[in-house]
């Protein structure tokens, strides 16, 4: 099944000593750590660790105060969303934000949207070139429907969907966009046992077959010890640790996070 | 003159004035749809947009055509304007703050209308066929206005471009991305900036032609902005995300004004057609609070 053999190569993203604060709340403090190119890498941490401020920090929606976000050699103070998905970064949200009132079909084709390039009064027409590429990315689409086998619901509006097909319709978008690097926020939330282990196919066939890099934030450590290459540990918005996970798993400051600390 | 060619001239003029509400609860929806903003400013949006055409004409003598594309030319400049200096600060706030400043905008683009082009009642004369149509009177004894007739076509003609604008483009996808979600959108990399000057644009040019037509016909005076307050009644009724639903909004609205003016206005001294649309209004808000076409939001629990 592997086309590309995998391999973990450099630092694709790396984050330098960021810190962000909302008022008087430190969500972020002095992190540092890089995603290198077609691992996944997991972040985990205690609810309020800052893991999904970390993302939001990664792909623009968030400005930090102090540090730096390198992508592709590039350094920046911060990132904007636009960018972001401009250079190849794509994600998806801890509470699903699909667009709710069109279809799956739809809501796939934003994501190719930055792909477009047609002139605007050809698609009025839609005809000529607009509507070659039109069926072009409908093809780019459907392969993408097909991957993560959810033909059945193409038309239906995503608002009527169940959940975890509406996880997939959100993967599926972000797909559309070829990312480079991938952030799933949370990806198996909610879902039951079969569910997420269909998910965690899908996610390693994405990093195996396209060669795609994701960073995700997972709650269930069965789940993040089995597919992940590197962990990443918040908490407190603090780093705690950062390795293998069999590295991670006999960190102390880790266990102690996860299980507490006796009182003295 | 029999009561049934009474009765039908009745509705055909109700629906012309429908076509017209219809026009301004238009450039509501296509904002509220794509930034959940409700635009109080629109009416005055329109009768900026006429001032400017008569001005261009009057003072600068431009031809009918040149005035108007001049026109949507000043529409597009304020649509990016307004994104600049008022919207791209209001990213995020609530509905409440937005609709105020819309109501700040109505009255500075009121001023301004006034200031460049003097507040006296002006004639648009942009050689919109006028008077009554012989054809119809010929053929059905129908008593119609031309006129009327026109603004029927153009708006016709307009809800087709705009649904074909919608549902088939790029820019028509992006537009309702943003109108779901402000973040799945960003994330998708549609830059919500351009959306937002797209769609003001896009409201500016509907609010053109809603000027010209209503210009053209009782000429161009300040209460053409109040036509905004009889677009609120057809938006209730019509659902305030949809694009058919502010045309058959606006057609019952038009025609069940006419109708309640002639056969039950004489029974409560009249005016009703001031205050019918509103009542109409009240009574769908009891039975129907998302209008005939709106989305009924279904919260999951």
């Known amino acids: 099944m592997t086309e590309h053999s995998k391999k973990i190569g450099d630092p694709l993203l790396k984050v330098d000593n960021i810190s962000l604060g909302f008022g008087g709340v430190q969500a972020l403090s002095n992190i540092s750590f890089e995603i290198r190119e077609h691992e996944i890498l997991a972040i985990i941490g205690p609810n309020g660790a800052g893991k999904t401020s970390m993302l939001n920090v990664i792909n623009g929606f968030y400005h930090p105060q102090q540090g730096t976000i390198t992508f592709r050699g590039e350094v920046r103070r911060a990132m904007r969303p636009y960018i972001a998905a401009r250079q190849g970064i794509a994600r998806t949200f801890q509470n699903v934000a699909l667009f709710k009132g069109m279809s799956t079909l739809d809501n796939i084709m934003t994501g190719r949207n930055l792909r477009m390039q047609s002139n605007f009064f050809w698609q009025i027409l839609h005809y000529g070139p607009a509507r070659r590429e039109e ?52 990806p198996m939330a909610g879902m039951n046992v079969e569910e997420k282990e269909d998910m965690s196919r899908f996610i390693l066939d994405v990093n195996e077959q396209f060669g795609t890099t994701i960073a995700l934030i997972e709650h269930d450590m069965g789940v993040v010890m089995d597919i992940s290459d590197r962990v990443v540990v918040l908490d407190y918005g603090r780093k705690l640790a950062d390795g293998t996970p069999d590295e991670v798993r006999g960190n102390q400051g880790v266990i102690d996070a996860y299980l507490g600390v006796p009182h003295e | 003159m029999g009561d049934f060619t009474f009765f039908l001239e009745t509705t055909i003029s109700g629906l012309m004035t429908g076509v017209m509400y219809s026009l301004v609860a238009l450039g509501f929806v296509l904002i509220f749809k794509a930034s959940g903003i409700f635009n109080f400013a629109q009416g005055v949006m329109c009768l900026f947009a006429a001032l400017t055409l008569v001005g261009l004409m009057e ?20 649509a990016w304007l307004i994104e600049r200096f008022v919207l791209q600060y209001m990213v995020s706030q609530s ?71 919608f549902q088939k483009t790029r820019i028509g996808r992006a537009l309702r991305a943003v109108a779901d979600d402000h973040q799945a959108a960003l994330s998708v990399g549609i830059s919500l900036r351009t959306i937002w000057v797209i769609v003001w644009s896009v409201a500016g040019i509907v609010a053109l032609v809603t000027g010209i037509m209503w210009g053209s016909k009782s000429g161009v005076q300040f209460s053409l902005s109040l036509i905004a307050l009889k677009a609120l009644p057809v938006l209730i009724l019509g659902g305030f995300t949809s694009i058919p639903g502010a045309i058959v909004g606006g057609l019952i609205i038009g025609v069940g004004e006419k109708w309640a003016e002639i056969y039950v206005g004489s029974l409560v001294g009249g005016a009703i057609e001031n205050w019918f649309a509103y009542v109409l209004a009240l009574m769908f808000l009891l039975v129907r609070p998302q209008g005939l076409f709106g989305e009924k939001i279904i919260e999951r629990v």
Do not use: C
């Not at chain 1, 009527?160 to 070829?178: D, I």
């Open chain 1, 135 to 186: 069926i072009e990315h409908r093809r780019r689409v459907e392969e993408i429907i097909d991957f993560l086998e959810i033909q059945a619901i193409r038309r239906v509006p995503v608002g009527k969907l169940p959940y975890g097909l509406q996880k997939r319709v959100e993967l599926a978008r972000a797909l559309a966009m070829e990312p480079e690097l991938l952030l799933l926020d949370e």
């Open chain 2, 59 to 78: 003072k600068f003598g431009l031809p009918a055509w040149l005035a108007i594309i001049a026109t949507i030319g000043v529409m597009i400049v304020l």
């Open chain 2, 95 to 165: 509905p409440i703050i937005l609709f105020m400043a819309t109501i700040g905008l109505a009255y500075v683009l009121e001023g301004v209308g006034d200031l460049m082009w003097g507040s006296d009642v002006k004639l648009l004369d942009i050689g919109l066929p006028q008077g009554a149509s012989d054809w119809m009177l010929d053929n059905f004894n129908i008593y119609v206005e031309k006129l009327e007739l026109v603004a029927g076509v153009v708006a016709a003609a307009m809800v087709a471009v705009l649904a074909v604008f």
